[in-house]
């Protein structure tokens, strides 16, 4: 196990106060691992972490280790929650007695249960992050880039829920959505993916918007790349979000990059989408099709 015990735990939830003995946790901690090896680092990270580390040595993975335990005791805490002093009986469902402490009131535990998926989305996205950064090139991690979870997250250009969140509650957008849980991002991904492809490849082909996420996960990006990645990002949410006209204007915004720059999207200027559709904008909208 990556995160061996209650007492690691403890050290990301102080008020998760349970003896050593408690083995009740143990369950929601394997989950937790199997959700985050499934969804974000992949089965080598896994391999790696769950390796003994002699006590006389360095721990050449502190910094992973610590943020992936950090995510798995986040996990298992709101998994647990619900259930913890629940006990079924021969007469059905009770709550378990303590003398020692008071019941906290359901507003707090109301309160804990709304901020758990907030942190955890956060410290997912530093564990995110983390793994970007060391895995280029020859880094430490780099075979993480050849795991489907790399793969699923890099799909549409936006591995982050931070960014997710930031585009569906900008100002274009027709319905807000405050409140970003991790799972309804990650299950947004392929979803943005494929909108992307299909609003956007008329205007600058599917075989471009597939070379830029190739050159994405490969951290080979031009600076003329990034900006045409920009508006893809915008014309992804937007069509996640049904906003088809902002996400129109999006397409267009990221060909008339390409255009600007065809030797630089070799893809694009290859395919039909080259010479058609001649589009117009006017102050950035999308007025004429011909």
Known sequence: MILKNITQAQKFLPSLNLTLENSRF???????????????????IEDVLEADVNITDVDIHKELRTKCQRVIAEKAMLDAIPEMDMQL?????????????????????????????????????????????????????????????????TEAFM??????????????????????????????????????????????????????????????????????????KDCAVAALRYDMSRARNAAVQAREVMLSDPDSFIAFKASSAFNSPTVNLDGGKLVNML
């Open 159 to 232: 591995p982050l829920c931070e960014e997710y969140s930031a585009y569906i509650n900008s100002d274009f957008l027709l319905e807000k959505k405050p409140s970003v849980n991790y799972d309804d991002f990650y299950a947004a991904i392929p979803l943005m993916g494929r909108e992307l492809r299909s609003v956007a490849d008329y205007y600058v082909s599917r075989a471009e918007i597939d070379r830029l996420v190739e050159l994405y996960r490969d951290n080979d990006l031009l600076e003329i790349h990034r900006k045409a990645i920009v508006s893809l």
């Open 26 to 44: 143990d369950d929601f901690f394997s989950r937790a691992q199997e959700w985050l090896v499934s969804h974000i680092v992949g089965s080598s």
């Open 89 to 153: 009986t021969e007469a059905g469902f009770a709550v378990q007695d303590n003398d020692d402490f008071s019941p906290a009131s359901a507003q707090r535990v109301d309160r804990l249960l709304a901020k758990m998926p907030e942190r955890i989305a956060a410290d997912v996205d530093a564990l995110v992050r983390f793994l970007m950064k060391t895995s280029i090139g020859n880094g430490a991690y780099g075979h993480w880039r050849s795991s489907e979870q790399f793969k699923y997250l």
